[in-house]
């Protein structure tokens, strides 16, 4: 069983920037990854980010590339998306996600999510 906890959403305006964290516990895999997915109201869910272990290969959407960067602290067992340069079109509800295998965009190949933590940005 693996929990996922995200937390740093909020409100913003454009231009700003918000850091999202994910931890995670109960991990039992040598080869994973965890994920950033989004989904706006009315919308279907995107992938946004993804990083691996072993490893630090990372993986982005061609519509955040340049403004967020996925990163890891292994001390604390967190993954990190730091989103620069916020847009309207960024507001959604963002959840991490857990599999035990390499990094896909497929949100069916994960097998653990976290609640999700909402952010918004205005103007």
């Known amino acids: 069983q693996v929990q996922l906890v995200e937390s740093g959403g909020g409100l913003v305006q454009a231009g700003d920037s918000l850091r999202l964290s994910c931890a995670a516990s109960?991990?039992?895999?040598?080869?994973?990854?965890i994920a950033w997915f989004r989904q706006a109201t009315g919308k279907e869910r995107e992938f946004v980010a993804a990083i691996n272990w072993p490893g630090i290969s990372t993986y982005y959407a061609d519509s955040v590339k340049g403004r967020f960067t996925i990163s890891r602290d292994n001390a604390k067992n967190t993954v990190y998306l730091q989103m620069n340069s916020l847009k309207p079109e960024d507001t959604a509800d963002y959840s991490c996600a857990f599999a035990n295998r390499l990094a896909t965009t497929r949100s069916n190949d994960y097998n653990y999510w976290g609640q999700g933590t909402q952010v918004t940005v205005s103007s």
């Open positions: 109960g991990r039992t895999f040598s080869s994973y990854a």
